[in-house]
């Protein structure tokens, strides 16, 4: 007798449902899915740096690197082949341009500027993402300016505003503000209206947590030694959910086109809140310490990395998410595109 007959002739439990019946080959699993992840949920973030032909290792994010202009624009043709619709730029400028004020972040021919132009130029097709923050240009690591130990709101929004303008003067199709001040994105919005910008898009990083999660980013663009104290004034606390769709509101009515929270696996479950209350299009950032968790778990061979990586961006789609950024993009675009 085959095991298979053996099989049916074994006493059987009564069950009208057997879930089971829908995971019993990939036809059906595939038929039933309910959530599918493309290479077009896909946005990769860029660290730039001075110089030609110029990559530097992140030792805390192992396999990404920051780049010289000529290769960010090689990386953004590579990502634009591969069917990723958007890139994030952030800079990691020389410590001596750093300053109190931030100075360098409105100069017109700062990096990012410059990094901006030359892919709008070169590779016109993917849309440019700037980041709107203080902090790769301060010499204290803020995202905001800094008075007499405190993080100033007013202050900080107008100098915001001017680092969003010039970014927009440099081709930014999307002008993406991380500072978590208040009221800086009716400013922002304003003032691009204001010169003629108002095609240029505006996603906030509207739900932004105090996260230890960052610390890679940190050392990515050159703050990990100069911040002093924390951002807990300005970032949000990881116990508020409620806290983070007021948030969310508020950006909504100030004009924001499209709304991030972060970081994105520990908070999921903000995601789905704001996904299903707002109904507008709502981005996770996988940010650097989940990257540097997966990468290194992976590296030691104690999980598949590919497959916990696309687990995980999956995990961002199921949870209502339209698209994630991600430091695995290019090659989660990769596999995505050889399985397709
Ligand atoms: C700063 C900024 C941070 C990140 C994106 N923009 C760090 C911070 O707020 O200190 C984090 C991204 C990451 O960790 O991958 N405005």
Not at 112 to 121: D, G, L, P, Y
Not at 131 to 147: I, N
């Amino acid at each position: 007798m085959s095991s298979r007959e053996n099989a049916r002739r074994a006493p059987s439990l009564d069950l009208v449902s057997r879930p089971r019946r829908n995971r019993r080959a990939e036809w059906v699993r595939r038929l039933v899915r309910e959530t599918t992840l493309e290479v077009s949920d896909l946005i990769l973030p860029l660290f730039v740096v001075e110089g030609r032909e110029q990559e530097e290792a992140i030792s805390s994010m192992p396999g990404t690197r920051r780049l010289s202009i000529d290769l960010a624009v090689r990386t953004a043709e590579r990502a634009a082949a591969l069917g990723i619709p958007a890139i994030a730029l952030f800079p990691n400028i020389d410590a001596a341009l750093r300053d109190d004020g931030g100075s360098n972040a409105f100069d017109p021919e700062n990096l990012v500027c410059r990094a901006c132009r030359a892919i709008k130029s070169e590779v016109p097709a993917i849309g440019v993402i700037t980041d709107v923050a203080l902090d790769p240009y301060t010499s204290h690591g803020h995202d905001g300016l800094l008075q007499d130990d405190e993080i100033v709101n007013d202050a900080s929004v107008a100098a915001l505003v001017r680092q969003a303008l010039n970014q927009a003067r440099a081709g930014a199709d999307v002008i993406a503000p991380s500072d978590m001040m208040d009221g800086r994105i009716g400013a922002i919005r304003s003032a691009l209206d204001a010169e003629g910008f108002t095609d240029v898009l505006i996603l906030t990083y509207a739900a932004k947590y105090a996260s230890a999660f960052y610390g890679p980013f940190r050392d990515a663009v050159g703050t990990t030694k100069t911040l002093i104290g924390d951002k807990r004034t300005y970032q949000m606390d990881p116990a508020n959910a409620k806290e983070a769709l007021r948030e969310v509101a508020l950006d909504l009515e100030q004009g924001a086109d499209m709304v991030m929270v972060k970081p994105g696996l520990p908070y999921l479950d903000v995601i789905a809140k704001v996904a299903e209350t707002f109904e507008v299009p709502t981005f996770a950032y996988q940010v650097s310490g989940e990257y540097a968790m997966l990468a290194a778990a992976s590296a030691n061979g104690w999980i598949d990395g590919d497959r916990a990586m696309l687990e995980s961006l999956l995990a961002f789609k199921r949870a209502g998410a339209c698209g994630v950024f991600t430091y695995f993009a290019l090659r989660a675009a990769e596999l995505l595109r050889a399985s397709a």
